[in-house]
């Protein structure tokens, strides 16, 4: 069964309050204005209709919030060039939160993410299973390690997918293994069928297209199909993209924290790194406490940065450990963002007279959602001895 859609908008937090700016500043103005100043903001070129689904997605959500008056929206290029100079207005809450982002940034954010959580029942879900635990989501991102041993080059997978085959026990056994639980019947038999559903779709295109490149593609799709089966129970049965959306949303905010680094989850783990406390009826924030940031992780950081390392060299048996390993298994046992690991590591990487830490720069490329940075270099090694 593919994944259901869901009307969370595929933008950034900082697209939302250019477009809030924008308008602000010269009520009414129009999709094509807000297309043009977009382009000019990532410093590309303002001809044509590039970026015309960033002007369209922000200003759709932003009216959907009550903070811009807005017509129809276009769904696709066609629409767009017929409806780009339609005015764009700002209503009077719009006004009154841009008068907040320049007076109080950070509780404009605090606003706008519990305007958006009254608007999305799927982002009231995701927090509430946010709230139990932390999640941790198997993403396929690799075809020998995810999918099946037997495709350790993307042209095996080429020669299968065309004849409408995959090794879908493999796959599943694999899946078990980064869940560590069994799956049950019926997501097995949801996943199997979703596979075979998706082996229908590509096939003729895995005759045409770059292996590669397809294998790329094919890996993307097998999360649509896998990642709504297995969370379904939870209420998160909406596409891989959502999901994606979601991590970005919430690590603006930064009231919770996605990584792929941490040496004991294979998959994509998420974990709050504030308190949110929602109404009874789960439709409604009551409150955001910030209470796990710069200031109580900088308490004894030195300690909890050697239990940390500890924790890294138990998983991985090196001597060393990978900075961002020992980054992600800081902050997920702390319970802060990296970005507060990063500038905690900035203060005390000269060590104390308890702990010496000693530093090695990353020579080669490795696999990690971002580096550490310590000053103008990027960090690969770390080891945290007691003195």
């Not at 649509?224 to 596409?239: C, E, M, S, T």
Request: one cysteine or more; glycine letters at 4%.
């Amino acid at each position: 069964m593919p994944s259901e859609t869901d009307s969370i908008p595929r933008v950034t937090l900082l697209d939302l309050f250019t477009a809030l700016r924008v308008v602000a500043k010269d009520s009414p103005t129009t999709l094509e204005i807000l297309r043009q100043h977009f382009c000019v903001q990532r410093k590309r070129k303002i001809g044509g209709d590039l970026l015309w689904s960033t002007a369209a997605y922000t200003s759709q959500e932003l009216s959907r919030l009550g903070l811009l008056d807005v017509g129809a929206i276009p769904r696709n290029r066609r629409t767009y060039e017929q409806s780009k100079e339609r005015p764009v207005a700002i209503t009077d809450d719009g006004r009154k939160l841009f008068g907040l982002v320049k007076e109080n940034t950070a509780a404009a954010y605090d606003q706008i993410f519990m305007m958006m959580f009254a608007a999305h029942p799927y982002m009231q879900t995701f927090v509430r299973v946010l709230n139990e635990g932390y999640i941790v989501v198997p993403v396929a991102t690799s075809l020998k390690d995810h999918v099946s041993p037997r495709y350790s080059s993307a042209a095996t997978l080429v020669e299968d997918v065309s004849r409408r085959s995959i090794d879908i026990d493999s796959f599943l056994q694999l899946l078990e293994g980064r869940l560590k639980r069994p799956l049950a019947a019926h997501e097995r038999l949801e996943i199997s069928e979703g596979l075979k559903s998706l082996l229908s779709e590509v096939a003729l295109a895995a005759t045409s297209e770059d292996p590669t490149e397809f294998a790329k593609k094919f890996l993307l799709k097998i999360n649509d199909y896998v990642l709504p089966a297995i969370f379904r129970k939870k209420g998160l049965n909406f596409d891989y993209r959502t999901h994606r959306t979601l991590w970005s949303l919430g690590q603006e905010w930064k009231l919770w924290q996605s990584t792929s680094d941490h040496p004991d989850f294979d998959g994509r783990l998420v974990y709050r790194t504030a308190t949110i406390q929602v109404s009874p009826a789960g439709d409604r924030v009551d409150a955001l406490l910030f209470d796990s940031g710069l200031t109580k992780s900088q308490e004894n950081f030195l300690d909890k940065l050697y239990n940390a390392y500890l924790k890294v060299q138990r998983s991985t048996k090196g001597t060393y450990a990978l900075a961002w390993q020992l980054r992600a298994v800081f902050c997920f046992d702390n319970q802060c963002q990296e970005s507060v690991f990063d500038r905690l590591m900035d203060e005390h990487y000269a060590g104390s007279d308890q702990y010496e830490l000693t530093l090695e720069i990353q020579r080669q490329k490795g696999q990690y959602d971002r580096p550490l940075r310590i000053g103008s270099r990027n960090i690969g090694l770390v080891r945290v001895l007691k003195r």
